[in-house]
């Protein structure tokens, strides 16, 4: 059985051609990283709007709650209330991408308003004090010192859309769903496990490659284990501190 | 100059902070703010920088109504510094610095020169520059914060609490060191504390504030200690009002005793009186009973030394020299000169006569 699926994985002709894993893949991820960025543009300067004024805390709580609303079924339900007016292939393709936007915003905005939120207050107070515009405050205080949050939403967002995105070959939407849908159909077993392989491994893959993002988009001060390392890498002898009891981890 | 002008805050819900407030705060001087938790400490000082708007009254900086200068402009005119600190997590001990010059659109290069030289101004090792605030300790992060706030060279600055989260130790440090960076830079200085004691020591002018916002009296340390305007003034300076008035009286002309001293490391001759001050290159060391360390040939170690006698300068306050003669071992103060070199000791009875009869005369 698994000499099957592993067949079914490397043979070149399941790759090439407008079916094959390659132009599959491609799909998946397209729609994945259109999908999520489209959800980044709209969640995080909400997220940084809100947590910013403090104000309207009913729309993370809205956005939410909105996460419990069955994904299938809403994506079923667009599919056959809005795709009817849209033409041609499209039909089938923009009320996935739009379910799938849906279900991309809330971890995002939740993540970014979290994010925000959890800055320490007199962090935000001295930039204000300084002299920062909100424009500013927002820009070059609390979006980085949000960024670990705003990114773990991303994370989260990425994963569900890459996941979701294969039920969504039901409704038309091409992408690594199709062998699963494909392969049910038709009783070809090896087929529908490698989809099913090719979608775990790759989330896998973009988690990763986020992972990676993370660590360089978040500033090294806000690093966790930042400062044992540092604080551990390096000693100063700084006579003016050397007998100062309050070297201590930060609060 | 910065004045109020019949300055109340009532917030949003009716909690009156600050009422009716009169205080005229001088150029370049420190005038601290102290009074119990909640009195409206944070809310007067935050409404000089425009942080929390006055519900009525007038604030006027150099004779110009601070409601009509813009916001952003009148804070980077203000340094601000935190109870802690505030610093920016993602930014570097230097970017931290040049947060103002930076808004100002000063030139890298130049932002660079004068976060370095504040670094060491304020008393940090150079190799702190490229560290992240959580790998400072308290005290290093209150000294960021300070140099932060004198980035832009602004002719005020607004202090909360300064040194409330550190421990004693190293805020009578910065309290010192702070008081020397005042007699260079002579800043407009705007303190709130809670401790009667740091206001006393830093404040050039003291403004106690009661709850509800009140101003209870206003003066300088040694008027607040002598003539407490009324109970609740004299209660919050506490019991030992007199002793503490010491740290501001004039110093009366004393006579200087002459001391049996032996150099550390030398044997002490025989037949000396009970105390004999150690000295090491000239400069005090601490005491050592004869009858305990008197033996022939023997040499007066650094484990001999009776230590924790205070030692007090030629232009110390009575209260200094006071707490020289009464912490001594010996029952008599050690003073020193100003290269730290023992000159003669003084006796607590003998200032305290001539502090009586200084009081007699007036
Ligand atoms: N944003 C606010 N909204 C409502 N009431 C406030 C607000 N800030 C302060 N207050 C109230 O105003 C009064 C004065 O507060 P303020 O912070 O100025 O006191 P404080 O003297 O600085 O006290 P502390 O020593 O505890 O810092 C308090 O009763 C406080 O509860
Ligand atoms: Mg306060």
């Not at chain 1, 890498?233 to 501190?241: E, I």
Request: proline letters at 6%.
């Amino acid at each position: 059985m698994i000499e099957r699926i592993w067949a079914w994985l490397i043979a070149s002709s399941s790759w090439v051609g407008p079916d094959g894993i390659g132009a599959r893949l491609g799909e998946h991820v397209l729609f994945s990283v259109v999908v999520v960025a489209a959800a980044i543009v709209v969640g995080v300067p909400l997220g940084l709007w809100i947590g910013h004024l403090g104000r309207g805390r009913w729309l993370i709580a809205a956005a939410n709650a909105a996460r419990a609303v069955p994904t299938l079924g809403l994506l079923f339900a667009l599919a056959l209330w809005v795709g009817p007016h849209i033409p041609g292939r499209w039909a089938f393709v923009v009320p996935s991408l739009v379910a799938l936007l849906l279900l991309a915003i809330p971890p995002v905005l939740a993540g970014t308003y979290a994010g925000v939120e959890a800055i320490d207050p007199a962090v935000r107070d001295a930039a204000r004090a300084m002299g920062m515009s909100p424009l500013r405050v927002i820009r070059q205080v609390e979006l980085p010192n949000a960024m670990p949050l705003v990114l773990s939403g991303v994370r989260s967002a990425m994963l569900q859309v890459v996941a979701t995105a294969t039920i969504a070959a039901y409704v038309g939407l091409g992408g690594l769903g199709r062998f699963l849908v494909d392969g049910l159909a038709s009783g070809n077993y090896p087929m529908t496990a490698g989809g099913a392989i090719l979608v775990a491994a790759l989330a896998l893959v973009i988690d990763a490659v986020l992972a990676l993002a993370q660590r360089l988009l978040v500033p090294a001060g806000l690093r966790e284990g930042g400062r044992e390392r540092i604080a551990s890498g390096r000693h100063t002898g700084n006579p003016a501190t050397a007998g100062d009891p309050t070297v201590s981890p930060a609060r | 100059m910065i004045r109020f002008d019949g300055v109340s805050k009532v917030y949003p819900g009716g909690a009156v902070a600050v009422d009716n407030l009169g205080l005229t705060i001088p150029t370049g001087q420190i005038t601290v703010l102290v009074g119990p938790s909640g009195c409206g400490k944070t809310t007067s000082l935050r409404m000089i920088n425009r942080m929390v708007k006055p519900t009525s009254g007038t604030i006027t900086v150099d004779g110009q109504d601070i409601a009509r200068i813009r916001a952003s402009k009148l804070r980077r005119g203000m340094g601000y510094v935190l109870q802690d600190a505030g610093l920016f997590p993602h930014r570097t001990v230097l970017d931290n610095i040049g947060t103002v010059p930076r808004l100002l659109g000063w030139k890298r290069a130049r932002i660079q020169e004068r976060a370095r030289e504040l670094l060491e101004r304020v008393g940090l090792e150079d190799d702190l520059a490229d560290r992240y605030p959580n790998q400072l300790s308290g005290g290093q992060r209150q000294r960021v914060g300070v140099a932060r706030a004198l980035a832009a060279d602004p002719p005020v600055l607004l202090m909360d609490e300064p040194f409330s989260a550190v421990d004693p130790v190293v805020r009578d440090q910065l309290q010192s060191d702070l008081l020397a960076l005042q007699a260079d830079l002579s800043k407009t200085i705007v303190l709130v504390t809670h401790d009667i004691d740091e206001a006393l020591r830093l404040g050039d002018q003291v403004a106690v504030l009661r709850r509800g916002g009140h101003l209870a009296q206003v003066g300088s340390p040694a008027e607040l200690l002598a003539h407490p305007a009324d109970d609740f003034v004299a209660d919050f300076l506490g019991r030992d009002r007199g002793y503490r008035s010491l740290a501001f009286a004039g110093m009366p002309r004393l006579t200087l005793h002459a001391e049996r001293t032996v150099t550390l490391g030398e044997p002490l001759p025989a037949g000396g009186p009970p105390w004999v001050l150690v000295l090491d290159a000239g400069r005090p060391q601490g005491w050592v009973r004869t009858e305990e360390v008197h033996r022939p040939g023997r040499r007066v170690l650094v484990d001999d030394l009776e230590r924790g006698g205070n030692v007090a300068r030629l232009d110390s306050t009575p209260r200094e020299v006071l707490d020289a003669a009464l912490s001594s071992p010996a029952g008599r103060g050690v003073i020193i000169d100003d290269q730290g070199e023992f000159v003669g000791t003084v006796v607590a009875s003998e200032l305290l006569a001539l502090l009586e009869l200084e009081r007699g005369q007036r």
